[in-house]
């Protein structure tokens, strides 16, 4: 048996020290592929934000919770994303950013979720340095999607997503030219780009499954 299947509070002792530590966002970032560079805007035009790798036990191991958003949207229309978005005025820190993103598009409560870190931030062909907040979510959540945002919720199994062998490279054409993104495809859902990118850098911050 995986690792990872391992009961909640065994899984996030295992977790836990391959984050870094939420009283401190990290400064390392996810290494942006040369192809992709081009594509990123300059440091001072980045805007905080942030995303919850949300991992919920419904008792067949954990899973990470996954949307796709709807094609009404500006940006990223269609695509499978965490829950997530811009840091507000209001918002105190970028874990707070997370939790009510996450609140807002999935109708997560507070006592439903335990944030155990961060993993690399992760600047996007939009203009936002994302930061990603992993967190432990309770089985008694059920997910409501905001229709606004959320056309979908979805949850893939965490074995899947750290499994090299279901990673596929494929050719994207962006901004005028074909260029190399990483995807993973699951129960008819493509999950591309910057969701991939964050997938991957938590299974490199794991290091492999254990069996």
Not at 33 to 50: G, K, V
């Amino acid at each position: 048996m995986s690792d990872w299947r391992l009961p909640p509070q065994a899984l996030d002792g295992r977790i836990a020290p391959a984050l870094h530590p939420l009283d401190q966002p990290p400064s390392r970032r996810i290494d942006v592929p040369p192809d992709l560079r081009d594509l990123i805007p300059a440091d001072d035009l980045l805007r905080p934000a942030a995303v919850l790798i949300g991992l919920v036990d419904r008792g067949q191991g954990s899973a990470v919770i996954l949307t796709r958003r709807t094609e009404a949207l500006s940006q990223h229309p269609g695509q499978v994303a965490f829950p997530g978005g811009r840091r507000d005025e209001g918002d105190t820190t970028l874990v707070a950013t997370a939790l009510r993103e996450s609140a807002e598009e999935i109708s997560l409560l507070g006592e439903h979720v335990t944030p155990l870190g961060y993993i690399d931030p992760l600047p996007t062909f939009t203009g936002f340095l994302v930061f990603p907040v992993v967190a432990r979510v309770s089985a008694a959540h059920l997910s409501v999607a905001d229709p606004r945002e959320v056309a979908a919720v979805f949850e893939v199994p965490l074995d899947y997503l750290l499994d090299p062998d279901n990673v596929l490279i494929e050719s994207a054409l962006l901004q005028g030219r074909a260029r190399r993104t990483w995807r993973f495809d699951y129960a008819g859902q493509r999950i591309w780009g910057a969701t991939a990118a964050m997938l991957l850098n938590l299974r490199e911050r794991l290091g492999p499954s254990q069996s």
